[in-house]
């Protein structure tokens, strides 16, 4: 149930905010949200940064477009979240600051105690004076009900409000975060994964590697790919070898009796 403000005493409306614990925890919390969205934005700056200096420059082609992709998306989700956390800190320290606006408008409830004891102790002797004190308690009751109540009440409604709206904004979820990673980027790795290389040890890319010599291989036409200095570690050839095979390839001093990389032909 909500807390009714207008049917509450002005002293009582006051107690309520004054007796608390205060501002100082809500304040604290917009300071540490300030600061994550500071360290956010300042990382999300050094990405940037980053990014400027490798794509295109250092690094190009397709790989690096995607990467760039990716390191675009997490930079912009970066700095949503950093603009997210300053509308936080920004919410909460509105919710502080409408506290202390509604505590200084309010009448300290001291006064308006000390306005209900003059008034009782005026009635109580009233009629001993024959009514002589019938204006006072008038006047007394005028500032009690027409001034402290109204005041304090208002006071306390505005301070609700400002609590309702931002109880409502700060509902509103994060953004969406950046996928850490493309869920095809394994299927396309493994792909990608086995490449010749060069011919002076660099990455050949999909450029076809030197060409090799053929042969036979238990009856089967080869092409024997190991050259010396290029390639990777030969594997064993397999398959039955024939007294042909036995005879060394001309020039090179390969027989079929050392480990070669067969592939058909």
Do not use: C, K
């Amino acid at each position: 149930m909500a807390y009714s403000w207008p049917a509450q005493s002005p002293e009582a409306n006051h107690s309520v905010l004054a007796s608390g614990p205060g501002s100082g925890s809500t304040m604290a919390h917009a300071q540490q949200l300030s600061a994550q969205a500071a360290g956010l934005q300042a990382l999300t700056s050094a990405s940037q940064a980053n990014a400027a200096g490798i794509y295109g420059s250092a690094w190009s082609g397709a790989g690096a477009t995607g990467s760039q992709a990716a390191h675009t998306g997490v930079n912009t989700a970066l700095a949503a979240l950093a603009v997210w956390l300053e509308e936080r800190a920004a919410i909460v320290t509105g919710a502080a600051q409408a506290y202390h606006s509604a505590v200084s408008a309010m009448v300290p409830a001291r006064q308006a105690q000390a306005n209900r004891m003059q008034e009782a102790a005026d009635v109580e002797a009233n009629p001993r004076v024959l009514g002589a004190l019938s204006p006072q308690i008038a006047e007394l009751n005028l500032d009690y009900f027409g001034h402290m109540w109204p005041r304090n009440a208002s006071a306390g409604s505005s301070y609700g409000a400002a609590l309702n709206t931002a109880t409502t904004a700060l509902a509103t979820p994060p953004p969406p975060a950046t996928p850490a990673a493309s869920p095809a980027a394994p299927a396309a790795a493994g792909r990608g994964g086995h490449r010749r290389r060069g011919p002076h040890g660099g990455r050949g890319g999909d450029a076809p590697g030197p060409p090799g010599r053929t042969g036979r291989l238990g009856g089967n036409p080869v092409r024997l790919d190991h050259q010396p200095g290029h390639g990777a570690a030969p594997e064993p050839a397999t398959g039955t070898i024939t007294d042909e095979d036995r005879r060394a390839t001309p020039g090179t001093g390969i027989t079929a009796d050392r480990h070669v990389s067969a592939t058909a032909v």
